[in-house]
């Protein structure tokens, strides 16, 4: 988190009202930035080993971490609501009282993610500013119930969804995202994802910044029927390889760590890599890593004639370390392809048996940016460009 960012959640932790110039240092600049007018950046910091990206929000006056999320539309965050076990040992809850929010009357929501992850509450008013703009009245879900996922994530202190607000789970009457209400105040009606491996990203709301990117930008248009961010590749092709043809359409989703893909997809690229293993214990690819193997191959995404490339190495999502001797790990599963320092790695291509759509998570994000346009009356756009 940023030092004057963090200054101020130090003010408001022990209920002092923080200096009028800090609070204006926050809002006017993000990740050390100046912003210019219609424009906001935020970064993007990962944590534990990209398991999710978060961001610096100010709700109300609490400044939380939030998982920004592409795949969903809802903004919910922990709350006062909330019993004390499911509040322990959190940076900041927020409150509503504290924040002088507007209880939306008769108003409640219920969301349930594609990991079976679910919360539910009631819903405030208040403002939100993320990367310099803000939002009056933003309707923010006060969470009264989460379920234990959520509540062993110690760093994510709720969810900002920015699908299309046909998503938003708020009932009787569903309420507009974060994005579309800030798509007034914007120099254009778009932001921009930029995830790194293992390193700070950043999210910039209202341009793009040139500077993160090579080659052209790839447009798409984006039919959002169900509410999500679509991409339609023509193929694919891995390292130097012949194009495959089959299109895999799905979504954009950055709250997915992962990318799930069709089996036929998932087990011919694993083919490729030399000792690659697939677990039924936990339905997952697994393979060997570590110092002299060579990363896994590149996947490149064709869109007609032009591409995207995704690096081999993105695919190495997470290491398992099995020790002890090697010449005993042959009755192991896990660790019967290990290198001689015992690695192997967790696969970040994987098949969900049950899942109907394909999810083009933060294992593909991580080698683009990926541009989210949506001009009031025009047709939704993604765009895609390799980062620089």
Known sequence: MWGPALMQRVYYKYGIEPPAELNAAVSRVAGGV????????????????????LINATVGNHVLSLDLDTGSSDLWVFSMLQSSV?????HDVYDPVGSNAKLLEQHSWRIRYGDDSQATGVVYLDTVTIGGLSVKNQAVGAARDVTASFTKDKHNDGLLGLGFSKLNSIKPVPQKTWFDNVKPQLAAPLFTCTLKRGAEGSYDFG???????????????VAGTRGFWDVAPSGFSFANGPVNNNKYPGIIDTGTSLWIMPKE????????VKGATYLDAIHAYIFPCGPGIANPPDITTWFGNRKVTIPGINMNYQKLKFSGDPTKRKNNPFQRQAGPDGLMCYGGLQNLPNMKINIYGDIFLKGVMAIFEAAPGKQARLGLAEQS
Not at 34 to 53: K, R, W
Not at 265 to 272: G, H, I, K, P
């Open 207 to 221: 341009y793009i910044d040139q500077k993160k990117i090579k080659g052209e930008v790839i447009w798409q248009n």
């Open 265 to 272: 997809f998932v087990d011919r690229y694993w083919s490729q």
């Open 86 to 90: 499911q509040r322990t040992n959190r």
């Open 34 to 53: 100046e912003a210019d007018p219609g424009q906001g950046t935020v970064v993007a910091y990962p944590i534990d080993a990209d398991v999710e990206f």
